[in-house]
């Protein structure tokens, strides 16, 4: 039943190391996006694909990798983590309306990534 | 680029009191905005949005916010807070990318604190 869902929900890493969060949208949507939330709760935009497509690539560390091998599918992939990398990462998804710019996302859970 | 600015980081109010969550907005054209709410360790999730159709939105749980464009504010409020209202709040500006794309800026959070 759960609409996006994201794995692990916890992930804690030596810094260095490289790993990756898989999130999946059971809800037919177009369009799936990266967030980053910070301490602070801050949350900004990393990327966005569309039916596999790159759609928005923030300026982002290109040890960060997404991949979409489907339209359900977003992975993320960090290399060589970095304390700064630290963060709670959330997956979303969007159904393209008639007008994009007014279309509810749908979050995931989020993966609490801690780098030592 | 688009904006949004919340007002207090924190707010306190007792439960049954009236709920103000202050956002202010930056845009050069008609903005789309959005307050989602985030309970804790939880993704996000929508309470209601603004699409240039009625200036007052009726969201989830009795949540309501009024566009003012001469103030370019968008404030969240509630009558009656319930203990369950206590959560991290979010305001959110919509931006339309070429191809018709969504690029969705958030505000800093304002977490609702509820005392009985």
């Known amino acids: 039943d759960t609409a996006v869902s994201q794995t692990p929900k916890y992930l804690v890493t030596q810094m260095g190391n490289d790993k990756s969060i898989k999130c999946e949208q059971n809800l037919g949507h177009d369009t799936m996006y990266w967030y980053k939330q910070d301490s602070k709760k801050f949350l900004k935009i990393m990327f966005s694909?569309?039916?596999?497509?790159?759609?928005i690539n923030e300026t982002v560390p290109n040890r960060f990798s997404p991949k979409s091998p489907d339209k359900a599918h977003l992975n993320l992939h960090i290399n060589s983590l970095e304390l700064g990398d630290s963060a709670v990462y959330f997956c979303a998804s969007s159904q393209d309306d008639r007008l994009a710019a007014t279309d509810t996302q749908y979050f995931g859970p989020g993966t609490r990534l801690t780098v030592l | 680029a688009q904006s949004v600015t919340q007002l207090g980081s924190h707010v306190s109010v007792s439960e049954g009191a009236l709920v103000l969550l202050r956002c202010n907005y930056s845009s050069s054209v008609p903005p789309y905005l959005f307050w989602y709410v985030q309970y804790p360790n939880q993704g996000l999730q929508l309470l209601l949005k603004y699409t240039s159709a009625a200036t007052l939105v009726k969201g989830i749980n009795g949540f309501e916010a009024e566009f003012k464009k001469s103030e370019t504010s968008f404030h969240l409020t509630k009558p009656s807070a319930h203990m369950s209202d206590a959560a991290e709040y979010f305001c959110?500006?919509?931006?339309?990318?070429?191809?018709?794309?969504?690029?969705?800026?958030f505000g800093t959070g304002t977490k609702l604190q509820v005392i009985p």
């Open positions: 694909y569309n039916n596999k497509e790159l759609i």
């Open positions: 959110a500006v919509s931006d339309a990318l070429s191809g018709g794309y969504q690029k969705v800026t």
